[in-house]
Each structure stands twice: as structure tokens, then as C-alpha cells.
């Protein structure tokens, strides 16, 4: 007979019960868990794709520098905001674009000053394979209205609105670890994987903004 036997043949008595029953609830509640936040890095079709990174990496020059290209995987195709009437949409919308996606309030001082070289940038690249998608975060009551008018003052003809008032979309990011301030850009490619990412402002319209530009909408092909 095993040392362990008689351990094993003795009676549960019912402080024992509980105990396993409160092992057995906690583990449920750590998979639960583990399993919710796994889920929030995104739809399963986006694969690692190390060519994409080294080919933005080699293209993030000068006032790009801090661009940091990941394509570890990560998806975006779900990440939901509404338009400027309210629709409700996801990423998922603009598939088969490339898109830079900025997140942006109209109280982030960076965010305003980055306003005019992501128009420009906009107005040079946009079309069947590139966007810039710029989304407000703006919160609270009249947060919209506030974002709206910031626009329209800055007559930003190629920022269209678009934004996430509940904060949810910005939230998702902070939990993957991709972003911790605003402003913050997401690199997509055309299935709304993440490709790269950036923390702070850049000046897009630059000639290092569009060699990452065509660095992107050359992987589309």
C-alpha cells in the first residue's frame, strides 16, 4: 500500500467538500478569465506575418522612427465606433483598404497638432487601397458635438467623422497592450490586421509618412 492510499480512502467530511468545491469555482473563474481577455487580441484569421514587419520596419525612418511594426497577429475586423450620424460600424467595413487608424480627442493638444499632416496625408493616399480613419474619443454628453465642430473649424475636408463614445474601442487597445495615451495609430492591412503601431503624434506628411505609406498598400498586393 502507497503512502498515499489511505489519504485517498478516508471520508470526505464536509470542511473538505467545500474546499474542493472553492478550488473548483476559483480555477473555473481563472479559465473563464484567462479565456475572455485571450479573446480580446482579436479575430483568429490574422497570422503572424514577420515579412510584413521587417518590410515596414525597413520603411520607419526619420519622423516615423517610433513606428513600432509588430503583424504578430492580432485582429481588428470586430473593433466597433459609430459614424458621424450614429451608425453603428466595425473595421470590418473598410475591408480591402489598408488603413492608418488614428485615435484622436478634441482636449489632446498632440492629437490637434497632428490634425493637419493626417489631412494631408489623407488627401495624398486615399483611395481603393489606403484610408486614414480617424477616431474621436471625445466622451460624456455633447462629446460628439465637441468633435464635430473641432473638425468642421479645422475644416479637415479628409477627416471624416467617425467615433466611440462608450471608449470601449480605445479600452481594447490598452488591454493588448498596443497603447497607453492619445493620440495612438493602429497600421491595418486590408483584413484589418495589425500591422504596426505608434504612440504619440507623428508628422504623416512627411516623405517618411509615405514611404510607410506605400510600405503598407505594397503588402496589399
Known amino acids: 500500500m502507497s503512502e498515499l492510499e489511505p489519504v485517498l ?9 467545500v474546499g ?21 487580441t482579436g ?41 458621424a450620424s450614429g451608425k453603428p460600424m466595425t473595421i470590418k467595413d473598410f475591408a480591402g483598404k489598408a488603413l492608418l487608424v488614428n485615435f484622436w480627442a478634441s482636449w489632446c493638444i498632440p492629437c490637434r497638432t497632428e490634425m493637419p499632416a493626417l489631412n494631408a496625408l489623407a ?6 487601397g489606403f484610408q486614414v480613419l480617424p477616431i474621436n474619443l471625445d466622451i460624456g454628453e455633447g462629446g460628439l458635438e465637441k468633435a464635430r465642430a473641432f473638425l468642421k473649424e479645422g475644416n479637415w475636408a479628409n477627416l471624416p467623422l467617425y467615433a466611440d463614445p462608450t471608449f470601449k474601442a480605445f479600452d481594447r487597445l490598452k488591454t493588448n497592450a498596443v497603447a497607453i495615451g492619445l493620440p495612438a495609430t493602429l497600421l491595418l492591412d486590408a483584413k484589418g490586421c495589425e500591422l504596426a503601431v505608434l504612440q504619440g503624434p507623428a508628422e504623416w506628411n512627411t516623405p517618411d509618412g509615405d514611404a510607410v505609406v506605400k510600405a503598407v498598400t505594397g503588402l496589399q498586393g
Open 9 to 17: 480512502r478516508k471520508k470526505p467530511t464536509p470542511r473538505r467538500l
Open 20 to 40: 474542493l468545491a472553492l478550488v473548483s469555482a476559483f480555477l473555473a473563474i481563472a479559465i473563464t478569465i484567462w479565456v475572455s481577455n485571450a479573446g480580446l
Open 43 to 83: 479575430p483568429t484569421e490574422c497570422k503572424a506575418q514577420p515579412l510584413a514587419a521587417q518590410v515596414i520596419d525597413g520603411a520607419a525612418h526619420g519622423q516615423l522612427a517610433a513606428l513600432n511594426a509588430t503583424a504578430k497577429g492580432r485582429g481588428y475586423a470586430d473593433l466597433a465606433f459609430q459614424d
Open 123 to 128: 488627401e495624398k493616399h486615399n483611395g481603393a
